[in-house]
T-cell receptor, first 115, second 112 residues
């Protein structure tokens, strides 16, 4: 069974702090994704990566950066957290080139509150 | 701009009812449409649809895709309280690399 693990389930940070959200998958998937989920807005793609050290902007990358130094780990970084980044953050992974044929697998999410 | 629209956004039914959730899309270079169920945690995969008119079925859940009219439906028969969840529709197009474009979801509440 694919396991996608997000390091924190709940996180509370102050405005201006640098925040790291970590995600690890154990199935050797090439593709990894960060989404945020907000009521009434659904899941929106922040960044994704299809290989080590590769990254692509999603629909809402502003205020975020990512790091993929190892295949199994994909980190989302909030350089200076703001209250409008309070959200549920979901990490996902999938096979490259076969996403059309196999689903993404999601982690349990990190609920981040920025005060 | 690619669009995935789900309706209704929320729904309350009684146990035993049958529900139909809708997903329409406008994407270029469509590859596949996926349905996920999300309870309190991670979305879990339900169905992937790539061909028109072929129903996918899993227990009381079924789904079908119409590529001509650009929509899909998810049916749940004899609903149970455990079906209460957010149901997410997502579309993959080959322009988006490997990422899924999600609708806003339908929040389903099944009351006893």
């Amino acid at each position: 069974d694919v396991k996608v693990t997000q390091s924190s389930r709940y996180l509370v940070k102050r405005t201006g702090e640098k925040v790291f959200l970590e995600c690890v998958q154990d199935m050797d998937h090439e593709n990894m994704f960060w989404y945020r989920q907000d009521p009434g807005l659904g899941l929106r793609l922040i960044y994704f990566s299809y290989d080590v050290k590769m990254k692509e902007k999603g629909d809402i990358p502003e205020g975020y950066s990512v790091s993929r130094e190892k295949k199994e780990r994909f980190s989302l970084i909030l350089e200076s957290a703001s209250t409008n980044q309070t959200s549920m953050y979901l990490c996902a992974s999938g096979l490259r080139g076969r996403t059309y044929n196999s689903p993404l697998h999601f982690g349990n999410g990190t609920r981040l509150t920025v005060t | 701009e690619d669009k995935v629209v789900q309706s209704p956004l929320s729904l309350v039914v009684h146990e035993g009812d049958t529900v139909t959730l809708n997903c329409s899309y406008e994407v270029t270079n469509f590859r596949s449409l996926l349905w996920y169920k999300q309870e309190k945690k991670a979305p879990t995969f339900l169905f992937m649809l790539t061909s028109s008119g072929i129903e996918k079925k899993s227990g009381r859940l079924s789904s079908i895709l119409d590529k001509k009219e650009l929509f899909s439906i998810l049916n749940i028969t004899a609903t149970q309280t455990g079906d209460s969840a957010i149901y997410l529709c997502a579309v993959l197009n080959s322009n988006s690399g490997y990422a899924l474009n999600f609708g806003k979801g339908t929040s389903l509440l099944v009351t006893p």
